[in-house]
């Protein structure tokens, strides 16, 4: 297979048509090797639409959700970044293509391995993978310059956003099925956010995610 035809495919005909425009953005998207971070079984499907399982639960954002959020969030090279579902490890590795350093972390224990054992066969040394719940926030490196949840939640959990800087950038798919919206909230001054409502998707629920009450009076 001519993976480098597939990744120009994959940039030219589905993440541009798409609005991803960012040139820098469009740089990272055909430089790191998706491929890398696939199962073995999905690795003709790497660079196509189709969402790819990766086993106990999890799966990979298809290629363009992934080229739109790497667009929103505008990823700095002073930025010190979490990333709150590991997966595979390629979106870690699209982070840390442009930022200082970043820190995923994921609830199963097998897409740890996983993406602990792609990135650093891929040789990406900016990276620190490890296992634990993150969706409520997660202490080591905070404060942050840029959480990335990379599944879905009802809501932002306050002490989630308590741990990005002044100045600094959150990103979630928020709602519930049958659809959630993504949404970017800039941490605009102590105790302020500004949120932004960016595109709308469903992605899969983050285990573990903060439960809205559904109880009434």
């Known amino acids: 297979m001519n993976y480098e035809q597939a990744r120009f495919n994959m940039v030219e005909q589905q993440i541009r048509p798409w609005e991803v425009l960012d040139f820098g953005v469009l740089d990272t998207l055909m430089s790191v090797r998706r491929e890398e971070f696939v199962p073995e079984a999905y690795k003709s499907l790497a660079l196509s639409e189709a969402e790819i ?5 999890g799966s990979m954002l298809v290629p363009v959700i992934e080229g739109k959020v790497l667009q929103a969030v505008q ?6 970044v979490l990333e709150v579902g590991a997966g595979s490890g390629y979106f870690a590795a699209l982070l840390a293509a442009k930022a200082e350093w970043v ?6 224990p097998a897409l740890v391995n996983m993406a602990h054992d792609n990135l650093k066969r891929y ?3 900016n ?7 993150a969706v409520r926030g997660w202490a080591g490196g ?3 310059d840029l959480i990335v949840v990379s599944g879905g939640v009802p809501y932002v959990p306050e002490t ?5 800087k002044v100045g600094g950038r959150l990103f979630a798919f928020v709602g519930e099925a049958p659809l959630m919206t993504a949404q970017l909230i800039t941490h605009v001054a102590e105790g302020k956010f500004r949120t932004e409502s960016l595109f709308e998707n ?16």
């Not at 990823?75 to 010190?80: A, H, I, L, Q, T």
């Not at 820190?103 to 199963?108: F, G, L, P, Q, S």
């Open 142 to 144: 905070a404060p942050y």
């Open 127 to 133: 990276v620190i993978v490890e296992e634990g719940d």
């Open 75 to 80: 990823v700095k090279r002073s930025d010190k």
């Open 103 to 108: 820190r995923t972390v994921d609830i199963e």
């Open 160 to 164: 989630l956003l308590q741990q990005v």
């Open 53 to 57: 399982p990766l086993g106990n639960g």
């Open 202 to 217: 469903l992605v899969p629920m983050m285990r573990n995610a903060p439960q809205k009450s559904h109880f009434k009076f």
């Open 123 to 125: 040789g990406v040394e």
